[in-house]
């Protein structure tokens, strides 16, 4: 059983065929979270998550998105749904997208808000972290929750740091020809991590469409990184998955 700790099956990408995508996976023994980043997202989120037994839903909203009455709609729904969720996210900080400063800064202060709120509902929390990893870690020091760090890009500084606080890293299809994401691999113990497609993003053909199956191609590849058989990498990343979200299986 593998575990894709990190997928977008409510985007427009899957309309066509999303049961054949979510099946296939399923059928290969991958389950899978579905992140949402937007409140429409929620809602469809949440409804795969009701129609499918291994698909799991997390709760977020993009960090470019800057409207105050989304984040207060975001914030609110992921309250009222906390009994169904496995996580809060994605959610952080992207810098890559917003370059204005005082952008910037109201991001962080969103950010700080669904900090408190998974700390508040106790949930893990699935960060996106895009040239923003040392403000990340900075509003993550001392705070009492469980974190995820969805495709993290941060110096091995940054990665020996998070490894410090016991965060998962989870690690992306890209690490095919990423040599950044295979150095971050080496440099990081089998337990802190975890597998994710970031679907339909980062597929291990760049240009394609990804899928949650492709999981099985990340387990590969770190087992041939870290001179491991694939079963370990499968077992130990999946008990970590297991135990981060809670899920039941
Ligand atoms: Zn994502």
Redesign the pocket.
């Known amino acids: 059983m593998f575990v894709d700790v990190?997928c977008?099956m409510d985007f427009p990408q899957y309309n066509e065929d999303r049961h054949q995508v979510i099946q296939r996976a399923l059928d290969a023994q991958v389950a899978m979270v579905n992140?949402a980043?937007s409140l429409e997202g929620m809602k469809s989120t949440l409804d795969l998550a009701r129609k499918y037994e291994r698909v799991y839903p997390s709760l977020g909203l993009s960090p470019p998105e800057l409207n105050e009455s989304v984040v207060e709609k975001a914030l609110d729904l992921i309250r009222s749904h906390q009994d169904e969720i496995v996580g809060v996210g994605?959610v952080g900080l992207d810098y890559y997208w917003v370059k204005e400063r005082a952008n910037q800064e109201k991001e962080k202060k969103y950010f700080a808000r669904f900090i408190n709120l998974a700390v508040d509902l106790a949930k893990p929390l699935v960060i996106?972290s895009r040239d923003a990893e040392s403000d990340v870690l900075n509003m993550l020091r001392g705070v009492d929750v469980d974190v995820l760090l969805?495709?993290f890009s941060g110096s091995m500084d940054d990665v020996a740091e998070a490894v410090s606080r016991e965060y998962l890293i989870s690690i992306p299809a890209s690490i095919i020809y990423s040599k950044k994401k295979q150095n971050i691999v080496k440099n990081t113990p089998m337990d802190y991590i975890v597998l994710e497609t970031?679907s339909p993003?980062l597929s291990p053909k760049p240009g394609e469409r990804n899928e949650p199956v492709n999981v099985v191609k990340v387990a590969e590849k770190i087992a041939e990184i870290k001179a491991l058989d694939v079963e370990v990498v499968e077992l130990v990343s999946t008990e970590n998955a297991k135990q981060f979200y809670g899920l039941g299986f």
Do not use: A, K, N, Q
């Open positions: 990190h977008h992140s980043i994605e996106h969805h495709c970031d993003f």
